[in-house]
């Protein structure tokens, strides 16, 4: 069994004794925003957070807790800050240090629930995340998360169960539908499937920012399907959203393969194994268009980089949030 840092483990108890004091407690639950000073919440902050500049927010935030050390509102910005910089360790230790002065709100958890996802803990991240829906079950992107926690477990009808409560509370959610569109092929129900990727695509159109997912996704499908036509379209408009996407290179890969144009399922393949270098299913898939072009020694060279990797057989693209 993997060992955990100690800041985890210590990170479990104190917000799960905070949790249970909260919930035995006769005053509202108020989590981050409890004892707020708004004096200590600078323009600059505010600002830095809302423009997701993550490493100056950190700077920041740091800055006002050397003055404010005992600020819980600071401490779970922090925490908040640190995860979307990639450090669980340090945002699980930061909730734990908030969790000690003020119980934490259904959306903290929601982070910590995710710092476990960057950590592959999803036996906590689930447990808490389960909290949060419980503590605050009008939060759409509580839901959210729990339905991509559940998919990652393969608890496909929980995760059609809790996109749909998203889909509730946060109408027209194409990454919420998309997702749902993903729960139903692990129940393998392409049809319905099929359906909610068609209509995350709807939702998008006239977007400033579209998402390539569902496009990515429901292209997919069709090649799976053999309706090549549809999803070359499809991948192609994917391919424009998101040109260094190699699940995207992938599937154009897959699908030019399937046609026989050797020559551009080369040059799909290629760029996707240039930015997914350590993919074998990729070196795999690669390895197969140079066979069938007659390029042995290539041929050779990737098959020999799929087993190195531990890989023989093709990733599946485009099963992603």
Avoid: C
Wanted: hydrophobic share 40%.
């Amino acid at each position: 069994m993997r060992r955990l840092n100690p800041y985890i483990r210590i990170a479990r108890l104190t917000i799960a004794l905070s949790v249970l004091a909260s919930a035995t407690a006769t005053f509202p639950l108020q989590g981050a925003t409890a004892g707020r000073d708004d004096a200590l919440q600078t323009g600059r902050l505010t600002e830095a957070i809302a423009a997701s500049r993550w490493s100056d927010a950190e700077a920041l935030a740091r800055a006002e807790l050397a003055s404010h050390p005992g600020s819980a509102q600071l401490l779970y910005e922090l925490g908040m800050i640190l995860f979307h910089e990639d450090k669980p360790a340090e945002s699980l230790k930061t909730y734990t240090l908030a969790a000690k002065l003020v119980p934490p709100s259904a959306e903290s958890l929601r982070f910590v629930a995710l710092d476990y996802v960057l950590l592959n803990d999803y036996a906590d991240a689930d447990r808490w995340i389960t909290v949060a829906v419980k503590l605050d079950p009008t939060d759409g992107e509580a839901w959210y998360s729990l339905g991509r926690i559940k998919y990652t477990e393969n608890q496909f009808n929980e995760a059609v169960n809790a996109f749909q409560k998203a889909l509730q509370l946060s109408p027209r959610s194409v990454k919420a539908e998309n997702n749902l569109g993903l729960a139903y092929e692990g129940l393998n129900r392409p049809d319905d499937a099929i359906h909610a990727y068609r209509q995350a695509i709807a939702w998008q159109q006239g977007a400033e920012h579209r998402s390539e997912q569902p496009l990515l996704n429901l292209g997919s499908l069709l090649t799976d399907r053999n309706a090549l036509d549809d999803a070359l379209i499809l991948l192609k408009q994917a391919e424009v959203i998101a040109p260094h996407d190699g699940k995207i290179h992938a599937a154009l890969g897959k699908l030019y393969m399937r046609r026989q144009e050797l020559p551009l399922a080369q040059i799909e393949l290629e760029q996707a194994v240039a930015l997914s270098p350590n993919n074998p299913g990729l070196h795999f898939q690669l390895g197969q268009v140079y066979r069938k072009e007659g390029l042995a020694d290539r041929s050779k060279e990737q098959m020999k980089l799929a087993a190195e990797l531990d890989g023989t057989h093709s990733s599946e693209p485009g099963k992603t949030d």
